[in-house]
């Protein structure tokens, strides 16, 4: 029963808890995860379901979030507010649905995201009962609106699939498309976040796709010791010319927006490239990381 897990997540958002590796992993064949903010507690904490090649900062995807100072849970057809990912909810699944921002006055997260289900929490004790009105939900009404909002995802994943043009069927799940989100979730144990660390706002990481004017840079990350920012980009399908072009842009851009004369950059690409070799060493504070992937097999043994 999936309210055991709401109950869980709604008591621990009215405290400063915010581990979350005691919630499980997958749910109906989707990956969940849990975040109530990094490093301090997230006005609008939530629960996501996404598809393999999908995260909640590029994609599409079911989310349970909530709004704690309005006290509202809101299963919601969500969207990543920080990529340009090419896909979303066909219009027929979200015609009529009314966005966050037009139910809750300036929300401070998600607000173009549409909504399902709304619920009301009612914390007693260690107990959360829902309402919706003046009628109170009951669990298994919470399980099956779940379950429909992932089977529309799942039928919305089946139909762009077989869309030639989109970019599942072109190639989202290949390796280098999941190596940003790789590199966030790994960072501590990278090479990167030993020397950098990665931005948090009001709780939230906004490192990964950060926005700019001028487009979404794949990191954004601080030195940890000359407080200076680095832009990182990863080479996915781009010649040598566009990956030295783009990151130099976004260079440029942190440099007059945040007054950054030191602003450092770093490519990161799936196999040597000696015209990029070449084109990094006449720009000034730019270096080049090769990813390696190691894959390995044992045997299985009850």
Do not use: C
Not at 38 to 48: E, L, N, T, Y
Not at 163 to 186: A, C, H, P, R
């Amino acid at each position: 029963m999936y309210k055991e897990i709401l109950d869980k997540f709604i008591l621990q958002s009215q405290t400063d808890n915010l581990k979350t590796s005691e919630y499980q992993k997958e749910y109906l064949d989707l990956k969940m995860k849990v975040s109530f903010g990094m490093g301090q507690r997230a006005k609008v904490p939530w629960i996501s379901f996404t598809a393999s090649g999908m995260s909640t900062s590029n994609g599409y995807y079911p989310v349970f979030l909530y709004y704690r100072d309005d006290d509202v849970l809101i299963l919601t057809f969500g969207l990543s507010e920080q990529s340009e990912y090419g896909e979303s909810w066909a219009p027929n699944i979200i015609e009529g649905k009314q966005k966050i921002s037009e139910f809750i006055s300036n929300p401070p997260r998600y607000g173009d995201s549409y909504i399902f289900k709304l619920y009301y929490p009612k914390v007693n004790g260690d107990r959360v009962n829902y309402q919706r009105g003046n009628l109170e939900v009951a669990p298994n009404l919470i399980d099956s609106e779940l379950e429909e909002i992932i089977n529309l995802y799942k039928k919305n994943l089946d139909i762009e699939i077989k869309t030639e043009s989109s970019v599942i069927s072109s190639g989202l799940f290949y390796m280098e498309k999941q190596l940003e989100d790789f590199i966030i979730e790994n960072w501590d144990s990278t090479e990167l976040g030993r020397k950098y660390d990665l931005i948090y706002e009001d709780g939230s990481l906004i490192s990964q796709q950060y926005r700019t004017e001028i487009g979404p840079i794949d990191i954004l990350a601080i030195d940890k010791e000359s407080k200076n920012y680095v832009v990182i980009e990863l080479k996915k399908n781009q010649t040598s010319d566009d990956t030295i072009g783009q990151l130099t842009r976004y260079m440029g851009w942190i440099k007059e927006a945040k007054k950054d004369d030191n602003v450092h950059g770093i490519i990161i690409g799936g196999q040597p490239d000696k015209k990029l070799f070449y084109a990094s060493k006449m720009v000034p504070n730019i270096e080049l990381f090769l990813y390696e992937v190691n894959f390995l097999l044992k045997e299985y043994k009850l």
